[in-house]
């Protein structure tokens, strides 16, 4: 019996670290943006207040003259943070490498996005979602940051 | 088997949930894969079958992150005054680096060399510097010196025979500096890398050497005296060619593009004269209107003009179709319109102090003049002020801007408003069409 008691408490332990993992999937990505951004001042200064790609880059480029430095790794971390959790995209004007990071789709997903707005732009988050491999979670999740 | 408790019973069950994804029949995704096939990591979801994972060709970056550039603007001091207004030794000793992104904001200031407080350092005569040796070169009248851009280290620091320096010109490969004898009658030929000497030019029509102009391909230098006489040198074979002589004492002088003509400043005149190279002959004076500057150059109570002269300071704009001219007398610069026969005069504007020197920067957007003006070359503005870190203007003629990427040297203007070959090729096709 005691043993029987044992195995439950390891497998509900199991089973909280993987929900926890699972929840915060971006945390490493996060812990990136601390490393690169927070050498010089909080995340607060950006948390919350999205933008368009281009201005986020123009802001990479402005942080990156002050001093700001990282692995490759980080920077694709701190990059993958940013497009998604903090950047505007437009449906039917964005490029497909913004569309597939906003929207975490694959790139064939965004190609396929761009393929069709050019026979017909999109109206609405309801004609994204019917499309194959758009995940209806994280459009809900992200959809104050998507226009048309 | 029975359970004695509910707890037991419910623990069993969470363990029964918790393996279940363990079980055989269940270990593949919802599209069929094998989980052991299937990456799955927090960091690193699975995707669907068919869907790539960009982080499988590594992460990445975003373009904003590889912009590195940086544009600024180097400083020498002290060097050189403008026109007795300030002290050229009023902003100390060193290179003071400004941001030409951020308008011209301080950066930081390079030590050159520790001078006693008792002493009065020496002017630095001029200044230039290579993307292929990723150095900076500074002449005094005394040495001669390399700067490492990468690491802001004197690399290496030659007085030679005791007779340098005047202004240096780096040949475009890198690896050939011309620069003047401290007033003397030779040019040193030196190894850009290491400061050896290779050779000299000799200039005997040309004494006191002062001025130069080396052509954009390296080959030909220009070498003024403070005299009427300039010598054309080879600077391959180190031989002199050939002389021209002004009417007057040559003063700051351009070259354009090609090297066929030569625009100087001469002493007892707000203008220039255009010399021939081809032929060695001055084929054109340009004088300003009379009434601009004869009376007050005629007046023997007037002030000190800059440098003793109505006019020190001309420059091209790269594409070589403005002339800029400095006013001496009236603390302004006169804009000649080059594209015609000869330059005409079509506007001036006032500086903020006599401006006796102008660097046309990179891509000929703006000209820097040792008034301490950051003039748009387009709409003739004062657009910033060459200020030290204690905020006080930089009267200095030796300057330049330069581009950086990644912390290496990429693109760099000269000293001397040059015309650049490029630059001109540009504007002459585009009128074409």
């Not at chain 2, 001091?77 to 009023?90: H, I, K, T, V, Y």
């Not at chain 2, 179709?321 to 006169?334: C, H, K, P, Q, R």
């Amino acid at each position: 019996m005691k043993h029987l008691l044992a195995w439950a408490i390891i497998g509900a332990t199991m089973t909280c670290i993987t929900v926890t993992a699972q929840a915060a999937s971006d945390v490493p990505d996060f812990a990136a943006v601390k490393t690169v951004c927070g050498k010089c001042h909080t995340t607060a200064v950006f948390e919350g207040k999205p933008r368009n790609w281009d201005r986020w880059n123009d802001v990479f480029a402005d942080m990156t003259q002050r001093g700001a430095s990282g692995t490759n790794e980080d920077l694709g971390r701190v990059t993958r943070y940013f497009l998604e959790n903090l950047t505007l995209v437009n449906i039917n004007t964005s490029a497909a490498e913004e569309i597939a990071g906003i929207l975490g789709v694959s790139d064939e997903v965004a190609e396929a996005i761009t393929e069709r707005r050019r026979k017909q732009p999109f109206a609405g988050l309801a004609e994204l979602r019917a499309l194959p491999g758009v995940d209806s979670a994280k459009l809900e999740q992200r959809r104050s940051r998507i226009s048309f | 088997m029975s359970f004695h408790t509910p707890t037991l019973a419910a623990a069993l069950a969470l363990t029964i949930t918790v393996f279940a994804p363990f079980t055989p029949a269940q270990q593949t995704t919802k599209d069929g894969v094998r989980m052991e096939n299937a990456v799955n990591r927090p960091d690193r979801p699975y995707r669907p079958a068919g869907s790539s994972d960009p982080r499988d060709a590594g992460p990445h970056v975003a373009r904003g992150f590889g912009k590195v550039q940086r544009r600024l603007v180097y400083v020498a001091l002290p060097g050189g005054s403008a026109g007795g207004q300030f002290s050229s030794e009023q902003n100390g000793v060193g290179i003071v680096v400004l941001d030409a992104d951020r308008n011209f904001e301080f950066v930081k200031r390079i030590p050159t060399w520790n001078v006693p407080a008792s002493m009065s350092p020496e002017e630095v005569s001029g200044i230039a510097a290579s993307p292929t040796t990723n150095m900076i070169y500074l002449a005094t009248r005394g040495r001669l010196a390399a700067f490492d851009l990468a690491s802001d280290k004197k690399v290496w620091e030659q007085t030679y025979d005791g007779t340098c320096c005047e202004r240096p010109e780096v040949t475009p490969d890198g690896k050939t500096l011309v620069v003047g004898s401290d007033l003397k009658d030779f040019w040193y030929i030196i190894n850009a890398q290491d400061g050896a000497l290779k050779g000299k030019i000799q200039a005997p029509k040309s004494n006191f050497a002062h001025n130069m102009a080396l052509s954009a391909d390296g080959n030909t230098v220009f070498m003024a005296p403070n005299g009427v006489t300039m010598t054309v040198g080879d600077v391959p074979s180190m031989k002199a060619t050939k002389t021209i002589t002004f009417s007057d004492h040559v003063r700051p002088f351009v070259i354009n593009h090609d090297a066929t003509r030569v625009y100087a400043n001469l002493n007892n005149l707000l203008g220039f004269e255009i010399a021939d190279v081809k032929t060695g002959q001055v084929i054109k004076r340009v004088e300003a209107p009379a009434e601009m500057w004869k009376p007050q150059w005629a007046d023997v109570k007037q002030r000190f003009f800059g440098h003793g002269c109505p006019s020190h300071g001309i420059a091209l704009t790269p594409d070589e179709s403005e002339l800029w001219v400095v006013d001496n007398i009236n603390y302004g610069v006169l804009v000649y319109d080059n594209t015609g026969e000869w330059p005409t005069l079509k506007m001036t504007f006032p500086t903020t102090a006599s401006a006796d020197w102008i660097t046309m920067g990179l891509n000929g957007q703006y000209a820097f003049l040792s008034s301490a003006d950051v003039v748009d070359v387009k709409t003739k503005k004062i657009v910033g002020q060459m200020k030290d870190e204690y905020g006080k203007p930089m009267h200095s003629e030796k300057l330049l801007e330069m581009s950086f990427a990644n912390g290496k040297l990429v693109r760099t203007v000269s000293q001397f408003g040059e015309g650049i070959p490029s630059a001109v090729q540009t504007r002459l096709s585009a009128r074409q069409k």
